[in-house]
């Protein structure tokens, strides 16, 4: 499985941007679809998940509200439309994919098996 994101960049407070990452390489049934971020210095924490056979999604509470995590079976590709964004959502975005299970909430790192490379968002003030 491969994972590529893309749609970081740099955008005023207050602003929004919209990330996409499109998955290849398997059909993507009961595989949960995430994003998580990484700040310098911090640990990768995430963001938002989504079970791609329904498009359930669940988020971080400082998320919810601003983010909306979709994703489109047609095109394989999973994305997350950030509003509100203040200077403390600058990251490094990740996307990321379990291996195929069951559709229990997964919020760990250690529970995604496949990562994009990640895409930078700096916010600005």
């Known amino acids: 499985v491969q994972l590529q994101a893309f749609g970081g960049g740099l955008v005023q407070a207050g602003g929004s941007l919209r990330l996409s990452c499109a998955a290849s390489?398997?059909?993507?049934?009961?595989?949960?679809m995430g994003w998580f971020r990484q700040a310098p210095g911090k640990e990768r924490q995430f963001v938002a998940t989504?079970?791609?056979?329904?498009?359930?999604?669940y988020y971080s509470d400082s998320e919810k509200g601003r983010f909306t995590i979709s994703g489109d079976n047609s095109k394989k590709t999973v994305s997350l439309q950030m509003n509100s964004l203040q200077p403390d959502d600058t990251a490094v975005y990740y996307c990321?994919?379990?291996?195929?299970?069951?559709?229990?909430?997964?919020?760990?790192?250690?529970?995604?098996?496949?990562w994009g490379q990640g895409t930078q968002v700096t916010v600005s003030s």
């Open positions: 989504i079970w791609w056979n329904t498009g359930s999604t």
């Open positions: 990321a994919a379990t291996t195929p299970g069951s559709p229990i909430l997964r919020t760990r790192v250690s529970e995604y098996h496949y």
């Open positions: 390489g398997r059909t993507f049934t009961n595989v949960r």
